[in-house]
């Protein structure tokens, strides 16, 4: 699986957006076509964009830069290098210049703040001399990142066949205080780690939050009478309640796909057990029984199926059965344990934690347990949650000592590793759908 050479496969161009129509358009049908580990990432010019805030038109910049070089497919120059320091939105490029520079791509923005925030992109083909297309954006004073990743989102999709994952969110566990005595607490971000807010105020616990379908619903582990439970917590009006009463511990749920059911496990006499629930409410509805440990529950992106982690055979392992439950089958057979399976967007891989010859794993399988390959490999590297284009996974490592957690990324070739900057310690991450 290769990248096919940027002289031949570069297709620029983006989607959605108000077209930009002063300039003829060409039908490129040169792209990025990435199927493998063994490529290079792509140069790009991307000058500072025009505005009457020169800083300004440099920050959106500078957002769009990173998230595309973070991606792993990207090389954006540095602009101090480029021929042009700040792009010019409204004039056709002088393509020789940029040929000379050895540019394939250049993006032209322009980006003004005031009542709203308005911005203006093009994407221009050097070597055919064509500008492929233009987007308008305009949102409120409020969304300035939203709008760099809204663009970012676009290039990518159109370079490389893939949508984009930038205007996303990342909700997970922010964690501080002393080691022995930890306080956690549900924070959210974007997916770069800037714009944080906290969720809870770590009066009690929480735990492995996940985002519903729409965006608007996490379901979380809660401490607060002592006993871990499952509860929802509706973003839009910070509302909180319990999702099932049991009688017993509840843990690690997850959002089945149309978003209206939630599947967790129950301790109860020494076994746990999945169940599912309506998140209207209800008598929840056991799926697996037995003296085992079934956990980690997580549907497939058509709702048929649930991948899970058991204990049935002897040591953790990666499960599959019918959303219904009944006649679960084994599907992992490497070396070690298993454990955090999840199903990725597409429906063609699942992701799990693997222990084995001391070290943690994040790895990928194919949804009948076949094509296992391991992306990263360290201590105490754990918990992946996918970016909802099923190309780039998200986790938490734990170096151990007087240290915390740090979340961590790494594409589906097991390249690109990052480590994503949060204010505090951080464990338990899950990655929102694009944002609507």
């Not at 922010?174 to 105020?201: C, F, H, W």
């Not at 690690?252 to 109860?268: I, K, L, N, W």
């Not at 998140?279 to 029984?289: E, N, R």
């Not at 991948?307 to 599959?320: A, H, M, N, T």
Request: hydrophobic share 35%; aromatic share 8%; charged share 15%.
């Amino acid at each position: 699986m290769t990248l096919v050479n940027r002289r031949t496969a570069l297709k620029l161009g983006l989607a959605g957006g108000a077209l930009l129509a002063t300039a003829p358009m060409a039908l490129a049908q040169l792209r990025i076509v990435v199927e493998g580990a063994n490529f290079q990432p792509l140069p790009i010019a991307i000058p500072d964009f025009a505005s009457s805030d020169p800083n300004f038109g440099r920050e959106i910049a500078d957002i769009v830069r990173n998230n595309l070089r973070r991606s792993g497919l990207f090389l954006p120059l540095d602009p101090a290098s480029l021929p042009v320091r700040v792009g010019d939105v409204n004039a056709t490029p002088d393509f020789n210049v940029w040929r000379t520079a050895n540019v394939d791509g250049v993006v032209m923005g322009a980006v003004e703040r005031g009542g709203q925030i308005s911005a203006s992109v093009r994407v221009w083909d050097t070597q055919q001399a064509s500008q492929v297309v233009g987007n308008s954006y305009a949102t409120d004073p409020n969304s300035a990142r939203r709008i760099a990743h809204q663009i970012s989102d676009a290039i990518y999709s159109q370079l490389s066949g893939g949508t984009g994952y930038f205007d996303t969110r990342v909700v997970y566990v922010a964690e501080s205080g002393p080691k022995a005595n930890r306080t956690r607490r549900l924070a959210i971000m974007d997916q770069d780690g800037a714009n944080v807010s906290y969720l809870t105020d770590g009066s009690s616990m929480a735990l492995t939050p996940r985002f519903s379908p729409n965006g608007d619903m996490l379901t979380y582990m809660n401490f607060a009478d002592g006993n871990p439970q499952v509860y929802l917590l509706q973003l839009s009006t910070g509302r909180q309640q319990r999702l099932a009463s049991v009688g017993a511990m509840t843990f690690a749920p997850r959002f089945s796909p149309d978003g209206g059911t939630v599947a967790f496990s129950v301790e109860q006499s020494g076994a746990t057990n999945i169940y599912a629930v309506s998140t209207s409410g209800g008598q929840p509805t056991q799926l697996t029984s037995g003296a085992a440990i079934d956990t980690g529950p997580s549907y497939s992106s058509d709702g048929s199926r649930i991948v899970f982690e058991s204990d049935r055979g002897g040591s953790p392992q990666i499960y599959l059965m019918g959303a219904g439950g009944g006649n679960p089958q084994r599907i992992s057979y490497g070396q070690g344990s298993y454990s955090t399976p999840v199903w990725s967007p597409s429906g063609n891989l699942i992701a799990f934690t693997r222990q084995s010859g001391g070290q943690f794993h994040i790895g990928v399988m194919n949804a009948d347990g076949s094509g296992e390959r391991l992306l990263y490999s360290g201590y105490h590297a754990e918990g992946p949650t996918w970016a909802p284009n099923g190309r780039v996974i998200m986790f938490f490592q734990d170096p151990g000592g007087n240290d915390g957690p740090r979340l961590m990324s790494v594409d589906i070739w097991g390249r690109s590793v990052q480590t994503i900057p949060t204010e505090s310690y951080a464990s338990d991450p899950a990655w929102s759908g694009l944002r609507r």
